[in-house]
């Protein structure tokens, strides 16, 4: 089992800056790759990006190439999702995830996640 807490969420103006947090707790943390996925009200969620176990190994949506960076510490057992050049199509909840499998994006491939946290960007 794991438990996964995100935080860092907030109101930010278009083109600023955030970073989420995800604490994780239970199981082997560093066993596991990780993600990050994101859902605005009435969309579906959507995959943002995910690091493997190590953290040698990143990828992401087409959306947020660019101007996210996803990144960990297994001796903190956190992950990291830095968000700059912030859009207000960025506006959605956030939400981290652990996974068995490298590499998915696939929500559906994710078995734990968190409760999330809400990132609000105003144009």
């Known amino acids: 089992q794991v438990q996964l807490v995100e935080s860092g969420g907030g109101l930010v103006q278009a083109g600023g800056s955030l970073r989420l947090s995800c604490a994780a707790s239970g199981r082997i943390f560093s066993t596991y790759p990780m993600g990050w996925f994101r859902q605005a009200p009435g969309k579906e969620r959507e995959f943002v990006a995910a690091i493997s176990w190590s953290g040698g190994s990143t990828y992401y949506g087409d959306s947020v190439k660019g101007r996210f960076t996803i990144s960990r510490d297994n001796a903190k057992n956190t992950v990291y999702l830095q968000m700059n050049s912030l859009k207000p199509e960025d506006t959605a909840v956030y939400y981290c995830?652990?996974?068995?499998?490298?590499?998915?994006?696939?929500?559906?491939?994710?078995?734990?996640w968190g409760q999330g946290t809400q990132v609000t960007v105003s144009s």
């Open positions: 995830a652990a996974t068995s499998q490298w590499p998915t994006h696939h929500a559906a491939t994710y078995r734990y």
